[in-house]
């Protein structure tokens, strides 16, 4: 198997330069590290890791702008936010920004290495609090003009997520494979991802930030 | 922060009741030159609209500064009454009977406002009251017409005074909204410090520590443990809005523990003091059974989701669970303990309550309250 190349930004030397140890020792590829937004922009681009290990409070600065900009710029790499933040709202815009998931920071070191290859891997990284965080999302935005929907299973899904339930719990219990789990989680990640370009292009074209006269 | 020295909200107040007086005023001279000669003493109806016009000027000066004490205001009450009194030498005792109105005319009807402005309903009714009394004594008589003005002058009084109550409590409630958001405001700042710095250390020391093992590992307990409470503790949310609901989520997420874990919506979840500390109580309770009987290692995840019409919680735990029977059995015996307990309540709240469980696979409730209240 390919190695995976990973990339940490945080603006804690001291928790960056562990993460960036941790994942060393365990036969990661550490190209580079970064303390800030505008920095994480700009090393990733040049070394386009596979995953971006994205802390949420770059100081003054925001981690989910950092990955809309990463994620859009480089198709290839996924974001992995590992944030002490407790689960709230700004998770919650890195993942409409275009995360492909979450951890906290007090995760375990085999709960990080396991994070980081499933996310490198495609597979979106939920934790109960995310789910329960984009469930909220969904239900708030059903009172906009054209809200984005889960199907039933996606719900339910989710919400054997937010109940601390794993994949293999869930295909357990709904009868169905592993795979398919998975797919219907980062099923509710995408149609969010979707939703929210879509809207900030509008955003952009109602406001003529287009370019457009 | 420094606190806003409250201005009276009631200032507008004042000062249309000094234009009333102004207006009034240029009134009740026109009145009077209409009538210029046919009065019993003629300079004392000029002298009487020259009193007010000095009384309108003191006032009209005091009023808007800062608004008046009771006592002022009971010193208008005064001055007006003294002036109607003097009516009664002005005008011939014909005049008095009939349809000539006594010097000061609707003058007086300021004074009731600035009762009513002063102390609310119960001031504007009294003033409005005395005013009216002062009128049927100069006069000395009672008609339909006198009663008429006593209903308007009432009516005025106690219509003013609603209103000034109104927008001093309305002044109120936006000041007590100004103090939580700036609570609010201070508790994310200190959350971000306490985050940025004590949070990090605390997650990195308990990675670390487990990882070395031995004493190290328990030194990492104590601090994971600590990260937890801290954590729960700067993220929950400021509990009372200013309406007097409670956002749920305050209340569940200081439950969160190493083995209780909380998810919720990001955006807020109002409820009404008592339900929402309700549904809190029972949410302990089912965590209090999770902790008595799950088994120690068990673990127990808190899901909040508002439905919009109902609010759904679900714990969820991954103990031993209740073997088959022993529900029923317990409920047969009439000791039901807390499923019961906490039925009853959820039935008090109007919601509904389901519970599964299978040996070996944990204790699933879930809570479902509807928003009717």
């Known amino acids: 198997m390919r190695t995976i190349s990973v990339m940490v930004v945080d603006d804690h030397p001291m928790w960056r330069d562990g993460v960036a140890r941790d994942l060393a020792e365990r036969g990661f590829d550490v190209r580079a590290t970064a303390g800030d937004a505008a920095a994480a922009v700009r090393i990733a681009a040049a070394v386009r890791p596979d995953v971006v290990l994205m802390d949420l409070n770059l100081g003054s600065e925001s981690g989910a702008d950092a990955t809309r900009e990463i994620t859009a710029s480089l198709p290839t790499t996924r974001v992995l936010v590992l944030s002490a933040s407790g689960e709230h709202d700004d998770v919650l815009q890195a993942v409409k920004a275009g995360a492909s998931g979450y951890l906290v920071k007090s995760a375990s070191a085999a709960e990080l290495v396991d994070a980081v290859e499933r996310t490198a891997a495609g597979d979106a990284v939920f934790t109960p609090g995310l789910a329960g965080l984009v469930l909220g999302e969904y239900r708030r935005m059903a009172a906009e003009p054209s809200p984005p929907r889960l199907t039933d299973r996606e719900t339910e899904v989710l919400r054997l997520v937010a109940k601390g339930l794993t994949a293999r719990q869930i295909a357990d219990r709904l009868v169905l494979s592993h795979r398919t789990v998975e797919n219907h989680v980062q099923s509710t990640l995408r149609k969010l991802q979707l939703h929210n370009r879509v809207e900030l292009a509008r955003y952009a074209i109602e406001h003529g930030l287009d370019g457009s006269p | 922060m420094t606190a806003r020295v409250p201005r009276d909200p009631a200032a507008p107040l004042w000062r249309a009741g000094v234009l009333l007086r102004v207006i009034t005023l240029c009134f009740a001279g026109v009145v009077v030159a209409a009538h210029h000669g046919e009065y019993a003493r003629t300079w004392l109806a000029w002298a009487v609209v020259g009193g007010m016009a000095v009384w309108t000027l003191a006032t009209g000066l005091y009023y808007p500064r800062r608004g008046a004490g009771l006592w002022f ?199 009404p003091g008592s339900v929402a500390s309700e549904l809190s109580f029972l949410v302990r309770e089912a965590l209090e059974n999770v902790a008595r009987h799950a088994g120690p290692s068990a673990r127990a995840w808190v899901l909040l989701e508002d439905l919009g019409s109902s609010v759904v919680l679900s714990v969820r735990d991954d103990g031993v669970g209740i073997p088959e029977g022993r529900l029923a059995e317990a409920s047969a015996q009439g000791r039901m303990g807390v499923a019961r307990s906490i039925r009853g309540r959820v039935a008090d709240l109007g919601g509904t309550i389901t519970l599964e469980t299978a040996p070996g696979q944990g204790v699933e409730w879930e809570l479902r309250v509807p928003r009717t209240w």
């Open chain 2, 73 to 271: 205001t009971l010193v208008d009450l005064a001055v007006c009454c003294g002036l109607m009194a003097l009516s009664r030498w002005a005008l011939t005792p014909a005049q008095l009977a009939g349809e000539v109105p006594l010097v000061p005319t609707v003058w007086v009807t300021a004074v009731v406002a600035f009762g009513a402005i002063r102390a609310g309903m119960l001031g504007g009714t009294a003033f409005g009251l005395v005013v009216s009394l002062c009128n049927f004594a100069v006069r000395g008589f009672v008609d339909i017409d006198l009663l008429r003005d006593m209903v308007l002058l009432v009516g005025i009084g106690f219509v003013l005074g609603l209103a000034a109550t109104t927008s001093r409590q309305s002044a109120l409630r936006l000041a007590a909204a100004e103090r939580i958001e700036a609570a609010t405001a201070e508790r994310e700042r200190l959350a971000r410090g306490i985050h940025d710095s004590v949070l990090q250390v605390l997650a990195r020391v308990r990675k670390r520590g487990l990882e070395v093992g031995g004493e190290a590992a328990e030194l990492g307990e104590l601090a994971g443990r600590q990260e937890v409470a801290l954590r729960a503790l700067v993220s929950a949310a400021p509990l009372e809005s200013s309406s007097g609901e409670v956002d749920l989520r305050g209340l569940l997420q200081v439950l969160t523990t190493e083995r209780v874990h909380v998810s919720a919506p990001g955006t807020p979840v109002p409820l």
